[in-house]
């Protein structure tokens, strides 16, 4: 295994939920340190406009991560010299219908939200990993939530989603350990996005009254910060869990 970062100038950057919020403020950072970034979301507008802006070579790709059919050939719809991933972000989430007691749930949007979170997010990692592993190279981050080793109440199908996530990262770092693919779970407190208007379709009044009923946030910048300090890690080195708080 070579002993070099990962994050290069020319490196391939697969960032889903890239239309807004962390995914953004990813993909423009990477694209800053001189990546080709794949920037994928549902949102194709919004992709567009991202990657017209961004300063290096970056691709706009329409993407549903709850598409099963569509992720498990993601590769192959991506042009050929875009094929070989060394990092993927996996940031695409929602907590669609959630902050409500579990038995008012609807079930479609339960239902949503674990093929969104879990299922989506184990799909897309499993068509990245085995090219990673025949190259002995990549670094995947995935964003959990501090949901994922503690418990709320009146938010049990995004909890149960997120310790989903990092019983499933922890696992798979293990398999993984020796091969030149590193795993990192990103998991940050409280972070103001559009992810709140996004739970409650649209609402952007009860987001904004969500969001001040506390006295601190992160903000999408913030999460970047730490991916890119586990990605610039030399390769012997993998930065496992990074908690993120407001201060």
Request: aromatic share 6%; glycine share 8%; proline share 4%.
């Amino acid at each position: 295994m070579v002993d070099e970062a990962i994050l290069a100038k020319d490196s391939v950057a697969l960032v889903t939920g890239a239309s807004a919020g962390i995914g953004r403020a990813v993909a423009v950072a990477l694209s800053a340190r001189g990546a080709r970034v794949i920037c994928a979301a549902r949102r194709l507008d919004r992709l567009e406009d991202l990657v017209a802006g961004l300063p290096g070579p970056a691709l706009a790709f329409e993407l549903d991560i709850a598409d099963g059919e569509a992720v498990d050939v993601l590769l192959q719809r991506l042009p050929e010299d875009w094929r070989q991933i060394d990092i993927l972000i996996n940031n695409a989430g929602h907590d669609l219908g959630g902050r409500q007691p579990f038995h008012q749930r609807d079930a479609s949007d339960v239902a949503a939200v674990i093929e969104t979170n879990v299922t989506g997010m184990i799909r897309t990692t499993l068509a990245i990993v085995p090219g990673m592993r025949q190259r002995g190279r990549g670094h995947i981050v995935t964003i959990g939530s501090v949901n994922g080793v503690e418990w709320t109440a009146n938010h049990s199908v995004y909890v149960g989603s997120k310790f989903a996530v990092h019983g499933f990262t922890n696992s798979l770092r293990m398999e993984l350990q020796g091969t030149g693919v590193r795993l990192t779970e990103v998991m940050p407190g409280l972070v103001r996005t559009e992810f709140a208007a996004a739970r409650w379709l649209g609402d952007e009044e009860r987001a904004k009254e969500f969001y001040d009923r506390f006295d601190a946030a992160l903000s999408p910048d913030d999460v970047s910060d730490a991916i890119l300090y586990a990605l610039d890690t030399p390769a012997h080195v993998n930065i496992c869990d990074l908690v993120l708080r407001p201060a």
